[in-house]
Each structure stands twice: as structure tokens, then as C-alpha cells.
């Protein structure tokens, strides 16, 4: 009798392992020969590198059986897994190399967004760490960063082309990033230890922008904003207002690669 195609191996194998206890490859070997009804001269059959061929399938469908998360990798003996279950439930009459390669795909994206989240968490865990630096400095020392972070995003002279406004009748306005003798941009930088900032905020800030014919801006703080600050921001006609928060504004510091610099600003 001619050896199975191989994919004639992968759902009696994966039938195997979760109905028997199987502890080595040739024990499903051995099985799977008599299943299939082959003979002493067809399991002799073997590969140009000399492997025997019915043991090599048996072992390639295993490992695909691995990678596309039906079957444990180290557990001695065998073990299918909860995926497989599901999969054996479906009485399919055969599993192809196609479906297992799409499962694996499945299988690595799932286990790239579980990555990317963790990532994310540890990201997110070191940004709040650094923001409590940030939120321990003074208003003033807090505007000086604002500043410093926005000039780098329009690669502009700190020194020479930011001002910081007086603490003072300041009319809403912290500070202006000078990109040409004509053309400006404000910034209003809050220090906040909880909460978010709303709508009422921002539309202060869009009315200091008014009464100096302002039109673009950035709103800088340590805290978040509401999803209606947002909202409120999009439907601006006339100003164009960036929001920024105390993790996006740390993603900055980072990318800027400033973490260093500002923390000494006191």
C-alpha cells in the first residue's frame, strides 16, 4: 500500500494525541502505521537523506500540528490543546497543510498582540513614572519644557525663537514658538495631578487665541483629556488646536530624546 499524502497524516494524528497516550514520536509512528495499514516494505521506504519517509511525515505533520497551537510543544506525553478541541468537534474528514498554516498565522498574531501589549503597559508604566517628575516641577519650569518639546518638533532654536509669557497677564497665553518673523504658534502648558481637562478649558484657551488673532495652538498637560475636549477641538472651523497629554507629551520627551535634559529643569 502507497504511503499517505501527507495531508492524510495531520487528522488522525491529532486524533491520536488527544485520544491516546503518546508519549514519543514513534509511538505515533507505530500507531498511525497499523491505522493506515501499511507493510514492513513501506515503512522502509525512505528519504534522499536516508530518514525513513512515513517517520519524517509523521514528524513534519507534528510540527505543523505545534506551530498552528493544536498541540503543546514540550508536554510528555502529548497534549492537545483547547484550539484543537474546538477543531476536533467539527468532525472535519481532513485537515490540510493550508488551514494548519492559517491557524499558525492566527496563532503568531495573536501572540505579536499579546507582545505589543505587554509593550505597551511597560511603556505606559515608565511614561507614568516619569510623569510624576514632571508634575513635581513649578508651573514655570513645566512651561520651559512645553516649549522646549514643541521646538524640537519644528526643529527651532529653543534660545531664540520660544518665549516664555510673564507668570503673570499672561492673557491664557504660556508661551509662542516663533517660526518666522510672521508666522506664530501658542501653547498653554497645565500641570494637573488627576482628572481630565473638558471642554471649558480648551474654550478658554480658544478665546485667548481670539483676542490675539492666534489661529494655531497646542494645549499641554500632565493629565488627559475628556473625549468631548476632542470632539470640541475637531469641530474648530477656524483654529487649529493640537491636544497633548502627559503620555503623549512623555512619548515626546523620549522620542526627542530630552528625558535627561529636562529633568534637570527645576
Not at 534522499?48 to 498541540?71: D, E, H, I, N, P
Not at 514540550?74 to 497534549?79: D, G, H, N, Q, T
Request: glycine share 6%; charged share 30%.
Amino acid at each position: 500500500m502507497p504511503l499517505p499524502r501527507y495531508d492524510e497524516i495531520h487528522l488522525p494524528l491529532l486524533k491520536l494525541i488527544h485520544n491516546k497516550r503518546i508519549n514519543t514520536l514513534k509511538d505515533a509512528v507505530e500507531i498511525l502505521a497499523q491505522e493506515f495499514g501499511l507493510t514492513h516494505e513501506d515503512l522502509n521506504q525512505r528519504v534522499r537523506t536516508g530518514r525513513l519517509k512515513f517517520y519524517s511525515q509523521v514528524s513534519f505533520s507534528k510540527m505543523l500540528l505545534v506551530r498552528a497551537g493544536l498541540v503543546f510543544k514540550e508536554f510528555i506525553p502529548l497534549r492537545t490543546t483547547d484550539k484543537a478541541r474546538q477543531v476536533l468537534k467539527h468532525n472535519s474528514k481532513k485537515i490540510t497543510k493550508r488551514y494548519l498554516d492559517d491557524l499558525a498565522t492566527v496563532k503568531e498574531n495573536m501572540k505579536i498582540e499579546k507582545e505589543q501589549e505587554i509593550a505597551k503597559k511597560a511603556r505606559l508604566d515608565s511614561y507614568d513614572e516619569y510623569l510624576q517628575k514632571l508634575k513635581s516641577l513649578s508651573p514655570s519650569s513645566f512651561e520651559q519644557i512645553t516649549g522646549l518639546v514643541l521646538s524640537k518638533g519644528y526643529n527651532l532654536d529653543y534660545m531664540k525663537r520660544v518665549e516664555i509669557t510673564p507668570p503673570t497677564n499672561d492673557f491664557g497665553i504660556d508661551g509662542i514658538l516663533h517660526l518666522s518673523d510672521k508666522e506664530k504658534v501658542y501653547f498653554q502648558s497645565k500641570r494637573f495631578n488627576k482628572g481630565s481637562i473638558g471642554v471649558p478649558s480648551i474654550q478658554q484657551f480658544v478665546g485667548a487665541l481670539e483676542g490675539i488673532y492666534g489661529t494655531r495652538g497646542y494645549f499641554v498637560t500632565t493629565s488627559k483629556f475628556a473625549k468631548k475636549a476632542y470632539k470640541y477641538v475637531d469641530s474648530l472651523k477656524e483654529k487649529e488646536i493640537t491636544l497633548i497629554d502627559g503620555h503623549t507629551l512623555v512619548e515626546l520627551i523620549y522620542k526627542y530624546k530630552l528625558e535627561n535634559e529636562i529633568i534637570q529643569i527645576k
